[in-house]
């Protein structure tokens, strides 16, 4: 074998294969031809003589070889990135922490955490990136990534199946909840009865994981009508405050509701659980790592907390 003509480009396309799980997904998320992808990734097996992916109806996943090669991939391009950002002139760090997350993380609990940070440790530099929480679990696996904050549903089994496991750490769980235009009938009362939800309008979502119908209120005993589909919360919302339908939404999101929009619980039936969860591979945290995860896991606590009572007029 030999490695000293692989270039940072391959490498790079490995590690988007890996992370993304198929090369039709790597291809578009580096704005290359899949063609363009599968010659990186054959000129990397032919250097390392041997077979780094294992091709799957349902994807590719990393052989034996292929996780030594990520390993090793990780750490040069982790280096590679370093001395960029040096020569750039970026302030001495001390520590950079590769943090994922799901959307709907990303709208409260993710600036509170990283706010509180910025106070608490203004050197320590966290980078990362939005992702459904199958792919967060692969760019977990692939090294790419240092902690993941996942989405989990009923009956909370593992994201994934491989060993060692992921250590897993429930940040919160709470009930999920509906948004409601303002102006309709199910707004006027403090919750919203799972009776009441027969014959409405949804927004819906690609689905991802276990959740097939997302936004969609679990468990309805009819065929929803799905008036919208949206990947984005925000967009979601703001369909709500216009009036084209309802959605579901994590209780956490209710600060990020715009104008028009009433966030309520729903009654009558099972309650339909959401786990918010810190994950990242069993080995010791570092400790800009750690100091991350704790940021993290007290801004879950705040928005846990019951909301003070108002001020006596």
Do not use: N
């Amino acid at each position: 074998m030999d490695f000293t003509a692989v270039s940072l480009t391959a490498l790079r396309v490995f590690r988007a294969v890996a992370e993304q799980g198929t090369f039709t997904a790597a291809a578009a998320s580096l704005g290359y031809t899949q063609s363009a992808v599968s010659r990186q990734i054959a000129a990397l097996e032919r250097a390392a003589g041997a077979e780094l992916l294992e091709r799957r109806r349902d994807g590719v996943r990393l052989t034996a070889a292929g996780r030594i090669v990520m390993r090793r991939a990780t750490a040069v391009l982790a280096e590679i990135e370093a001395t960029a950002r040096e020569l750039s002139g970026l302030p001495g760090q001390s520590g950079t922490v590769r943090l994922g997350w799901f959307p709907s993380a990303g709208a409260v609990l993710l600036p509170r955490a990283l706010a509180a940070l910025r106070r608490t440790h203004p050197g320590l530099r966290v980078v990362g990136r939005e992702g459904s929480t199958p792919a967060l679990v692969r760019a977990l696996r692939a090294g790419t990534l240092d902690l993941a904050v996942l989405a989990s549903a009923p009956p909370f089994d593992p994201p994934d199946a491989k060993s060692p496991p992921l250590v897993l750490r429930t940040l919160t769980e709470r009930a999920l909840c509906l948004a409601v235009p303002a102006a309709h009938p199910l707004a006027r009362g403090d919750y919203v009865d799972v009776a009441d939800l027969r014959g409405q309008r949804w927004i819906g979502g690609p689905s991802t994981g276990g959740d097939r119908l997302l936004g969609v209120w679990p468990g309805l005993d009819e065929r929803p009508e799905i008036a919208y589909t949206a990947r984005d919360w925000l967009a979601k919302l703001h369909l709500v405050a216009a009036g084209c339908g309802l959605t579901t939404v994590p209780a956490a999101l209710a600060a990020a509701a715009p104008p028009g929009v009433r966030v309520l619980p729903v009654r009558g039936g099972p309650q339909a659980q959401r786990r918010l969860l810190l994950a990242r591979l069993p080995h010791p945290p570092s400790e800009p790592v750690g100091r991350v995860a704790a940021a993290l896991r007290t801004a879950a606590l705040e928005l846990d907390a019951p909301a003070p009572p108002p001020a006596p007029s």
